[in-house]
């Protein structure tokens, strides 16, 4: 991809790393709750590229005046075969789940909840939030866990400081921190916070596919501009990403990496699974108010109005099919799905919740 930045920063990264070719994922804008709710910016899964790793589901919002759209009130709803991953920058969210766990969501702190074969739950953003933003991520369960137990994990990383900036890794390793929360596949998170004019040279396995995505400022990787809400890949191969911040501002990025998902999914609604017939038959079962998913406990909506559990949408009458990922190389160039401005971008899965 050539760069248009018409006052390009200079960059200068370590000599002897393999260089790699950059991909620019645009977010689509996708309204959550109706025309005053939430809207979030979905960077995957689109048809140009629909996992990272075992990254398959990334939604990043805010800053959100709660005043103003009412915040986040999801009522139960489930899921299958996926891990939730919540990461906060500002306000609080509430949650439930069947599992048992009551846990408050956190700025800093990662929550993050394993489906396994079933599981529901409820997010509501707390009574003394003012602004509300985050990103909300989803890994995919490999076979060999997905069928697993229902499971939560909450851990408070500490700052990993170096020259012009810091990170908080929330899951694998990086920079010479390492989480303790558990995964099923070779997985890396990671917030990385950029000064103005700093530049990173980060270490990273070169088994990995990596994106990141700018929440705040404006940062050039590998030499190629990523605006705010812009998620750019990096194929497997480098051993090296070189990350500066070319603009006057802090960056604020979200850091995910993993190994190639070997294993074919399909996405609806709030299940992934491995084929059309295991859809539907989840979205009966949850219907029918199976023992699969269990019952959440304590969730208490912002009106009085809330559902007592989200029902499922109707399946489209065709047959669900798995989604191909492209091979883990970057295709530098025009997003082809790039809507010709952001407020027209389509709602591809607006019934998909957290």
């Known amino acids: 991809m050539s760069n248009a930045d018409p006052h390009p920063a200079e960059v200068v990264c370590s000599a002897g790393d393999t260089r790699v070719d950059i991909e620019i994922i645009t977010a689509r804008d996708v309204p959550l709750g109706g025309p005053r709710g939430m809207t979030v910016h979905r960077t995957i899964p689109q048809r140009r590229r629909s996992l990272i790793g075992a ?71 707390t009574e003394d939030t003012e602004i509300l933003h985050g990103v909300q991520l989803w890994t995919a369960l490999p076979e060999s866990a997905r069928h697993g137990e229902r499971r939560f994990d909450h851990y408070v990383p500490q700052p990993v400081e170096f020259p012009g900036g810091s990170a908080l890794v929330f899951l694998g390793s990086a920079l010479g921190s390492t989480s303790p929360v558990t995964t099923f596949s070779p997985l890396l998170g990671a917030e990385l916070n950029l000064e103005p004019g700093a530049t990173l040279d980060l ?51 979200i850091l995910l990496g993993g190994e190639p998902f070997p294993e074919s999914l399909v996405m609806w609604w709030n299940f992934i699974g491995r084929d059309d017939a295991e859809i539907r038959h989840y979205r009966a079962e949850w219907e029918a108010g199976s023992e699969r998913f269990g019952e959440v406990e304590g969730y208490i909506g912002h009106s009085p109005d809330s559902p ?21 190389v970057a295709r530098p160039g025009q997003d082809p799905y790039r809507p010709p401005t952001q407020s027209g971008a389509t709602n591809e899965k607006n019934e998909t919740i957290f």
């Open 308 to 328: 007592r559990r989200l029902p499922a949408p109707p399946i489209p009458p065709v047959q669900l099919r798995q989604r191909k990922n492209p091979a883990p």
């Open 203 to 253: 270490p990273v396995n070169a088994e990995f596919e990596h994106g990141i995505l700018v929440d705040t400022g404006r940062i050039s990787l590998e030499g190629v501009t990523v605006n705010r809400t812009e998620l750019a890949y990096a194929g497997t191969g480098a051993n090296t990403l070189c990350i500066s911040n070319t603009g006057s501002e802090s960056a604020r990025l």
């Open 55 to 125: 990254w398959c589901f990334c939604d990043h919002y805010g800053p959100d005046p709660v005043g103003e759209s009412g915040g986040m009130d999801v009522a139960p709803h489930p899921h299958t075969g996926l891990q939730t991953v919540s990461w906060l920058f500002s306000g609080t969210i509430r949650h439930d789940d069947s599992a048992g766990i009551h846990e408050i969501v956190r700025p800093g702190e990662v929550n993050l909840m394993t489906a396994g074969g079933g599981i529901c739950h409820s997010e509501v953003s």
